[in-house]
């Protein structure tokens, strides 16, 4: 396999960013997640924060339309200019790591395309979280309940099939049970196995 | 009847849940509560056979008054509106054509080079050519056009394009309240009650053109800085695409041009002539097909059929409402508000219409409330045109208040974001809701001084 496309959903406080960010490293490849956004940025001339403010977000059904496929909805929109970024990076042959943005759904039957759902125990998300964001217990658990919800409604909007489905994607991993090292260690064998096929 | 009234309803109220929640494309929502509308409320409930015949209004097309008619009131004022739908089918095909032609991308650059690109002339004269066109074509596509060719050249010219975009999608619905073709709510009011173009023209018509003298002034007063580049900025003129570069094939826009012409002729003219908009319709789509050579297909293709088959399946679910005797309860409820006062039937009519067309489709809306109106006159002519006006305008203008209030808004809106210039809510609203209220006002006191004092109720 010449090229090869990592996406990687996930759950909030699961890991699943670091872990990109990790496989990206370890195989020399991009990965799109902030870097998207910036390109996005450069291309439409859209500020980052405005990006930032809409991004994976989902759109208020009440306060949107869509009239033959144009939507009001600026979430709409910048979702649509990801999902075309990410297609066009596919389509020019170059490989990548792509964090969310439907990319399991959106790149769904391109031959290079590695499909990875990161998951964890509530415990172990909620210590992370704790850690990271300096919450207390209570709040991690509503801070990452509230994204995760967030993250569902979007996904489920833009796609046929439902978020976190193992259906849905190559591989499910929880990250607790090998730690955040063990899991990346463990989805490198894989890809790695994946190219190599 | 009771069942058959709870089920219409039901069946019209999750209708609208389900358009609203977007889950299922809004055809197949329409068509689905029209069968259902069918099987339950005619059915089930009703067992009348000639409600759900009338609802289905097929022996009309077969007249020849549906295509020639010797005097007003000719075609079907209930159940589906095939005029409707025939008109809008010929319309589409006409369009296409056209655009295929690069007739509208052609005229936006035209008009921009005849006013030097100066940015205050391009903004006015953008904002006119809005109205006009969307007299005659729906806003979709004059909005589509002119959406995509003011951030082109706004982007060249280095100034910002939000504030033309945010007029033009106004003026576009303005526009399309000026005539019978302009918005779908007035081809529905018109071939219910047999209006003519020319009488939209004379009434509405001139409500729109007054409204427009208002608007360009409050939009030039609220933008006339905000358009204008910042000092110092470089414009390179040569990179500005030049209008004969639009036009992919000569003689296909002649044809079109030909075509567009045609249209408008028969549409000013068809009380003389008696041809109904079906007939105009029919007529427009052949002679685009027969023109188009090779590219019938792609233009077939191309048809938003999906707005046909909505039109179809809302037709059957307000005529539900219609054949149990909800639309007239509604008529008698409005009716009894106003204690028989035209001032205040016209003043709820509008504000209802336009607080309504503000958030939910203002097509639904027109259809729903066009048997009401008919309900409120029963045989009082001239309060039924005074309403229908009213109905009108109100439906038409008051889309303009949000982003969702009517489509144009949603494709200017969208297009402009899909460029990199998002407008939410509040950038939107800002300048349009209270554009949208001296619209409103004008019109109103318009319709009062004009209408309602000749009206015995």
Not at chain 1, 111 to 128: E, H, N, Q
Not at chain 2, 335 to 363: E, L, P, Q, R, T
Not at chain 2, 406 to 416: H, L
Request: hydrophobic residues 50%; proline residues 3%; glycine residues 8%.
């Amino acid at each position: 396999m010449e090229q090869f496309i990592i996406s990687v959903g996930r759950e909030f406080g699961s890991g699943g960013r670091h872990i990109a960010e990790e496989l990206g490293k370890r195989f020399n490849i991009p990965v799109y997640n902030r870097h998207l956004i910036t390109e996005i940025a450069e291309k439409t001339g859209l500020a980052h924060e405005e990006i930032e403010k809409y991004n994976e977000s989902p759109k208020s059904k009440l306060l949107s339309r869509t009239v033959r496929g144009y939507s009001n909805s600026i979430e709409d929109n910048i979702a649509e200019m990801q999902f075309e970024f990410i297609r066009e990076k596919a389509q020019s042959g170059e490989s990548f790591v792509v964090l969310g943005r439907c990319s399991e759904s959106k790149l769904k039957g391109h031959p290079a395309l590695i499909s990875l759902f990161v998951l964890a125990d509530m415990d172990a998300k909620i210590k992370r979280i704790m850690e990271l964001y300096e919450l207390s217990e209570d709040k991690a658990k509503a801070f990452i309940d509230k994204k995760d919800r967030k993250r569902k409604r979007y996904h489920n909007y833009h796609c046929s099939s439902h978020w976190g489905d193992s259906r849905l994607y190559d591989l499910s991993i929880n990250s607790t049970r090998l730690g955040i090292d063990g899991t990346i260690d463990h989805l490198e064998s894989y890809i790695r196995a994946r190219i190599r096929k | 009847m009771l069942t058959a009234q709870i089920l219409a309803v039901a069946i019209f109220v999750i209708m609208f849940g389900v358009m609203i929640s977007e889950k299922i494309e809004k055809h197949w929502v329409t068509l689905g509560a029209g069968v259902l509308t069918i099987i339950l409320v005619f059915g089930v409930a009703m067992q009348s056979r000639d409600a759900l015949f009338e609802t289905l209004n097929l022996k009309g097309i077969i007249t020849k008054d549906f295509w020639i008619t010797s005097g007003e009131g000719g075609e079907s004022s209930t159940g589906i509106n095939w005029a409707t739908i025939i008109f809008l089918g010929g319309m589409m095909i006409m369009v296409e054509g056209m655009a295929k032609a690069g007739f509208f991308r052609w005229l936006c650059l035209k008009l921009a080079k005849l006013v030097n690109y100066k940015p205050i002339p391009l903004f006015l004269t953008f904002m006119i050519m809005s109205a006009v066109l969307s007299m005659f074509i729906d806003s979709i596509t004059v909005i589509l056009f002119l959406a995509a060719v003011t951030i082109e050249l706004a982007k060249l010219l280095k100034i910002d394009p939000v504030p033309m975009i945010l007029a033009e999608v106004f003026c576009a619905n303005l526009g399309g309240s000026a005539t019978m073709c302009g918005d779908p709510p007035n081809i529905i009011i018109g071939t219910g009650l047999g209006y003519s173009f020319f009488d939209f023209l004379t009434n509405t018509g001139v409500i729109a053109g007054i409204c427009l003298v208002f608007i360009i002034l409050y939009y030039y007063i609220i933008f006339r800085k905000a358009i204008l580049p910042k000092a110092g900025e470089k414009i390179d003129f040569s990179t500005i695409p030049n209008p004969s570069d639009a036009i992919e094939s000569k003689k296909d826009f002649t044809i079109s041009c030909v075509i567009f012409a045609i249209a408008v002729v028969l549409l000013v003219t068809h009380s003389m002539t008696g041809l109904t908009v079906a007939f105009i319709g029919t007529f427009i789509a052949i002679i685009t097909l027969i023109t188009a050579g090779k590219n019938v297909l792609i233009i077939l293709k191309k048809v938003d059929y999906q707005t046909l088959i909505f039109f179809t399946g809302l037709f059957i679910v307000v005529g539900g409402l219609e054949q149990t005797g909800i639309l007239e309860a509604i008529a008698s409820f409005i009716g009894k508000i106003s204690g028989g006062n035209i001032y205040i039937m016209v003043a709820v009519i509008m504000w209802i219409s336009a607080i309504a067309s503000a958030f939910v489709d203002n097509i639904p809306f027109a259809a729903t409330m066009l048997p009401i109106i008919k309900s409120l006159a029963g045989t009082n002519s001239p309060m039924l045109s005074c309403l229908a006006w009213t109905l009108s305008i109100g439906t038409d203008i008051c889309g303009s208040a949000t982003p969702i209030g009517a489509s144009a808004n949603v494709v200017g809106t969208s297009i402009a974001a899909k460029k990199g210039y998002p407008i939410g809510w509040g950038k939107y609203c800002k300048s349009a809701a209270p554009a949208t209220v001296i619209v409103i006002t004008v019109s109103m006191i318009y319709v009062f001084i004009r209408y309602c004092g000749g009206v015995e109720v």
